[in-house]
């Protein structure tokens, strides 16, 4: 679902399996040109149309020139143009998606890391295992995944550079995570800060306030069952 506002575009995302949820903001300081319009004429108050995500991205991978969308709310057409060519594809109705709200839940611990650095382990952890484990403790935030044989673990001592605890943390937290989702996320906020805010057995949230955008990212733990 993306939303058409004043200052720019809101996209919310919420995958079919009800693992991930992304709120994200895109400026209008940020692109070359934004404008919305209705019956010729500059629309301020905002409009949402619904977009097959999966289908967009398809058309845009690995596509290095600038990308112009046009959305024809009135056709129910999104219009991809680029160096001449262009690709134009349906509208989804909105009135049956899920409202991308994230549920509230109290916050243990929340910690700030550098986007590029928390990448980078996210992507070691990915050569061992499908999962990964976020453990916050009082001196550090940990990092770890666990294969068959293998095992990863990296450690960022609280109070560096690349860590900042924003709230204290009196005891250990170890919530598990599916690697996928959350790698393909901090792959798009690699550049900016990052603010975690985790507990035990509770979704992680990663907000952030980046050059281009700026919005908030949620994903499920993975419950391990007792043996």
């Avoid at 509230?104 to 990915?126: C, I």
């Avoid at 990663?206 to 990212?217: Q, S």
Wanted: net charge negative.
């Amino acid at each position: 679902r993306i939303l058409f506002e004043p200052d720019g575009l809101h996209v919310k995302v919420v995958d079919p399996a009800h693992v991930e949820l992304a709120d994200i903001k895109l400026p209008s300081s940020s692109l070359d040109r934004y404008d919305v319009f209705a019956d010729g004429k500059r629309f301020v108050p905002s409009c949402e149309a619904g977009v097959d995500f999966e289908k967009v991205l398809g058309v845009l991978k690995g596509q290095k020139a600038k990308v112009g969308l046009t959305f024809r709310l009135s056709r129910n057409r999104l219009e991809v143009a680029q160096n001449g060519s262009s690709r134009t594809m349906g509208l989804l109705d909105t009135a049956g998606m899920t409202d991308a709200k994230g549920p509230t839940f109290p916050v243990a611990a929340k910690v700030a890391v550098d986007g590029k650095a928390f990448l980078e382990t996210l992507k070691a952890a990915g050569e061992v295992s499908d999962h990964v484990a976020i453990t916050v403790t009082p001196t550090a935030l940990r990092i770890e995944a666990e294969g068959d044989v293998d095992r990863y673990k990296h450690e960022f001592p609280a109070g560096t550079d690349a860590v900042e605890y924003l709230t204290p943390v009196t005891q250990e937290y170890r919530p598990l995570f599916p690697l996928d989702y959350l790698t393909s996320a901090a792959k798009t906020v690699k550049g900016s800060r990052l603010v975690l805010s985790l507990g035990a057995d509770l979704p992680i949230r990663m907000d952030w306030d980046g050059p281009e955008t700026r919005g908030t990212f949620m994903c499920a733990p993975r419950i391990e069952s007792p043996d």
